[in-house]
């Protein structure tokens, strides 16, 4: 079995369902990256929004992880403003990913996120890692329960199963 890393930011925890849906059966690690900015309130929500478009970096906690030892990374964000949330925008620039297998998801509440995972991709690329697969959920008016249940349906879908062999 490969060694699998799920790297990870979520506001309102859809995003978080996800990963660890996917940890529980990939039986694969997670790491949640916390952005540090307040992002509660409505003015802060208006602030994501021109962070996300502008690609804003922000203060993240962890700022890196070793990735030494994991043949597989999985990395998720919410849409924002159809683009990745800083926190992830952030992470990406603070990896070593040359080498790395990466495969690439995106909640987001109606629409956009093909574009956060295009996005995501080419940023990946550029600092060496390979895109192997991705996918989105849809969450807009669902219940975790019933993103869990979307999740567990890609990855039989898109045979997610099969990364994990080797
Ligand atoms: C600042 C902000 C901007 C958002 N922009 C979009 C968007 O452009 N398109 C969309 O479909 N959903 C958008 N959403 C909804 C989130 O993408 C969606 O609820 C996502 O599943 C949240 O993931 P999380 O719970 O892991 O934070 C936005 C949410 C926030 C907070």
Do not use: C, H
Request: aromatic fraction near 6%; hydrophobic fraction near 35%.
């Amino acid at each position: 079995m490969k060694k699998i890393l799920i790297i990870y930011y979520s506001k309102t925890k859809n995003t978080e369902t996800v990963a660890k849906t996917l940890a529980d059966e990939l039986s694969a690690e997670t790491v949640e990256i916390k952005d540090l900015k307040n992002r509660y309130g409505f003015l802060s929500n208006i602030g994501s929004i021109i962070d996300a478009i502008r690609e804003n970096k922000t203060r993240i906690e962890p700022e890196t992880i070793d990735l030494t030892g994991y043949d597989l990374l999985y990395m998720g964000s919410p849409t924002w403003a159809g683009k990745p949330a800083p926190a992830i925008i952030t992470i990406i620039d603070n990896l070593k990913l040359k080498g790395k297998d990466v495969i690439l998801f995106a909640t987001m509440g109606r629409q956009g996120g093909s574009n956060v995972i295009d996005r995501m991709a080419e940023k990946i690329k550029a600092r060496g890692g390979r895109i192997i697969n991705s996918f989105t959920i849809k969450t807009g008016g669902k219940q975790f329960n019933e993103i869990k249940e979307d999740t567990l349906k890609v990855i039989a879908e898109k045979d997610l199963k099969i990364y994990s062999i080797g």
